[in-house]
């Protein structure tokens, strides 16, 4: 089976070493962002007076999308209020452990300084997380985007705070992290990720 966004974002979200370069919240607000995303690209959900809607009731042919998107059929939210009631909620080590079980992934249980245990995810699939860069990297670049996934995975990697690191061998990154939010600016669930980061980081800072 092919990386999801969601998948593809968390190869992108650790280092070398397997430690993730954002914050638990940023992470799992950009896992559900990219979750909510595949649902809207492969036209099982589309916004409607803001809302998140159901397009039908054919299956995503994957158990955490179709989990997703039984939600969706059952409830009606925000993009944004999706973003917010799921972060926290496992989606993210749920897709992690698929990851290991599949090889993407292997599982560094880590002592920071000798002390804190920390759990890091060494990325395996290295050809994989080379092309999601790639892919990104042309979202930021490119003046047209070659596929809706590509575009779609930029936004999502700019909006969960992953800009800095993935475009700091290509030029400026901050022109670029503002090119790639310009060139995306319709894209509800990067916009919904991206506010709910700025409001976590606002009530932290209270």
Request: hydrophobic content about 45%.
């Amino acid at each position: 089976m092919s990386e999801t966004l969601a998948e593809e974002l968390l190869l992108l979200a650790h280092d070398i070493r397997g430690k993730c370069r954002i914050v638990p919240t940023a992470m799992d607000c950009g896992v559900t962002g990219a979750l909510l995303s595949e649902l809207g690209l492969a036209g099982h959900v589309t916004v409607e007076d803001s809302v998140l809607v159901a397009t039908g009731d054919r299956p995503a042919g994957d158990p955490i999308l179709d989990e997703l998107l039984a939600g969706i059929v059952a409830s009606s939210r925000t993009p944004r209020e999706w973003v917010t009631r799921l972060r926290g909620s496992g989606l993210t080590e749920r897709l992690l452990t698929r990851m290991v079980q599949d090889g993407r992934v292997e599982v560094d249980h880590h002592r920071n300084y000798g002390l804190f245990a920390e759990t890091w995810y060494p990325v395996r699939d290295i050809v994989a997380l080379w092309e999601a860069h790639q892919r990104v990297v042309v979202a930021a670049t490119a003046p047209v985007a070659p596929d809706e996934r590509t575009p779609a995975l930029g936004a999502l990697a700019e909006a969960a705070g992953l800009g800095k690191v993935l475009f700091a061998t290509s030029g400026d990154w901050r022109a670029l992290c503002e090119r790639v939010r310009e060139a995306t600016a319709g894209d509800w669930a990067a916009e919904a990720v991206r506010r709910t980061i700025g409001a976590e980081r606002r009530s932290a800072s209270v």
